[in-house]
């Protein structure tokens, strides 16, 4: 299963550690350098590409980009290579930065681009503005309280949100407790979750957010959702 969660890992010298030592330990400096390694080879992702279509086909033009959990940003560079304005990346691992930093340099994005390492949405938005477009991609089954983070995320949408989330069915759900339990054992306080997808689209309704796409493969499905049009 291709998860937004991989196993216990070892730290590599040069990793920026957050205040968060489960997510340090999953997504270090290895794993952010196999997403940069075949993002460089092969571009985005299946799941990727749709949310970036999404995104593009509701209008990008000149906007702001919210990323929560955008690892080396590669959403981001597709973004402003569409037309968005400028994108913000929260990041709860450090393990990313330096391979973020040297693709925003090498797209030629430097000063578009701004990295805030160790601030969690759901908990600290106050002191996060708002963007045009939000963008979640394998964050919420990574994160215990899918509303409270999903809720925040919608509030600072003031357009669009897309998100993605593995396939809830026993396969998956399997997979995650065995994970979890491995994860346990190792002494890794990280967890991954499979949440209710009904009741993900249902706080982005709360919110203002109607859902208008949905994408799925075997594995990942992405949901999509816009403001209604003002008259």
């Known amino acids: 299963m291709d998860s937004c969660c991989g196993g216990p890992t070892n730290h590599e010298p040069g990793d920026r550690r957050s205040d968060n030592p489960g997510y340090d330990a999953i997504f270090d400096s290895r794993f952010s350098r196999s997403i940069a390694k075949r993002y460089g080879r092969k571009g985005l992702r299946p799941a990727e590409r749709q949310i970036v279509d999404f995104l593009a086909g509701s209008g990008i033009e000149g906007a702001t980009v919210l990323e929560v959990g955008g690892g080396v940003g590669e959403i981001q560079l597709e973004l402003l290579k569409r037309g968005a304005a400028r994108a913000l990346n929260l ?88 994970m979890n339990g491995l994860l346990g054992v190792s002494g890794n306080s990280f967890r991954g979750f499979v949440h209710s997808p009904v009741a993900m689209a249902g706080v982005l309704r709360s919110q203002g957010l109607e859902p208008s796409f949905h994408w799925k493969s075997p594995v990942w499905h992405v949901l999509g959702a816009a403001r209604p049009a003002q008259p």
């Open 91 to 178: 990041e709860l691992s450090g393990g990313y930065e330096e391979d973020a930093l040297r693709l925003i340099e090498q797209e030629g994005f430097g000063g578009r681009i701004e990295r805030r390492l160790g601030v969690d949405l759901a908990t600290e938005g106050h002191g996060v503005e708002a963007a045009d477009v939000v963008v979640l991609h394998r964050v919420v089954c990574c994160y215990p309280d899918y509303a409270k983070l999903l809720g925040a995320a919608a509030e600072h949408a003031r357009r669009a949100l897309v998100f993605s989330y593995p396939t809830s069915n026993v396969m998956s759900r399997t997979f995650i407790r065995l």
